[in-house]
């Protein structure tokens, strides 16, 4: 078992370019979630899939941000126009299942994100 | 979910039995208490959780005030890859459908431990 697997490690950008960012879970696993850590904001929920389909994204900015999941094995987190205020490290767990929020999450090792 | 409160920081030696205390005073019935740790470039991983019992695992022993307002993750004879900040966040789970899902961290407590 790989666990969690996120590409890229890093990524730089420039101010007003794209950034999208990759994550396969751990398979099986039904719930997929994205959070965002900083120094600052400590660790930031953004949103959460449930076998693929998107049920919370309460924590997504409303613009530039968005997230899919295509298929079980991956999900990809999209940054549009991004800003510096968008660096971070952005993180992908996944959970055997979320229903009551139960299932313990697994943490890939995270994509960090430099917007210069 | 209501606040935690743990010092920034810790340091102990190889060996030691290290306590971690965590303060919730406003912590409510529904709320489960769980320890995640965290080294660098890495994400998150879960140590435990409890609700009122004490609770013990591979990783470590909570221990939970009768009262509920605070907690003590004790980590048993540490070792350097046990070096990581350790967070103590409190969690409410019902059946509605995702809540109780999210996770969010503040600073957590910074355990150094010396050879």
């Known amino acids: 078992n790989a666990g969690v697997i996120q590409t890229p490690r890093h990524k730089v950008t420039g101010k007003g370019q794209e950034a999208t960012l990759w994550c396969e879970p751990i398979?099986?696993?039904?719930?997929v979630f994205w959070y965002r850590q900083t120094i600052v904001q400590g660790l930031e929920f953004l949103t959460y899939f449930r076998n693929q389909a998107p049920i919370d994204d309460s924590g997504m900015p409303k613009e530039r941000f968005s997230a899919q999941m295509p298929n079980q094995s991956h999900s990809t987190l999209k940054i549009q126009s991004t800003q510096p205020q968008d660096s971070a490290v952005y993180l992908c767990?996944?959970?055997?299942?979320?229903?009551?929020?139960?299932?313990?999450?697994?943490f890939g090792p995270g994509t960090r994100l430099t917007v210069l | 979910d209501a606040k935690t409160t743990q010092p920034d920081s810790m340091e102990s030696t190889e060996g030691e039995t290290v306590h971690l205390p965590c303060s919730h005073a406003?912590?409510?019935?529904?709320?489960?208490i769980y320890w995640y740790r965290q080294v660098p470039l890495q994400g998150p991983e879960y140590v435990t959780h409890g609700l009122q019992q004490n609770t013990t695992n591979s990783m470590a022993f909570l221990a939970i005030a009768s009262d509920r307002k605070s907690s003590t993750l004790i980590l048993p004879h540490v070792s350097l890859r046990d070096a990581a900040v350790y967070h103590c966040?409190?969690?409410?789970?019902?059946?509605?459908?995702?809540?109780?899902?999210?996770?969010?961290f503040g600073k957590g407590a910074k355990l150094t431990v010396s050879p």
């Open positions: 966040i409190l969690r409410v789970f019902c059946l509605q459908q995702g809540t109780g899902s999210k996770l969010s």
């Open positions: 398979s099986g696993h039904s719930a």
């Open positions: 767990a996944s959970s055997l299942d979320s229903w009551g929020g139960y299932a313990e999450q697994f």
């Open positions: 406003t912590i409510s019935g529904n709320e489960y």
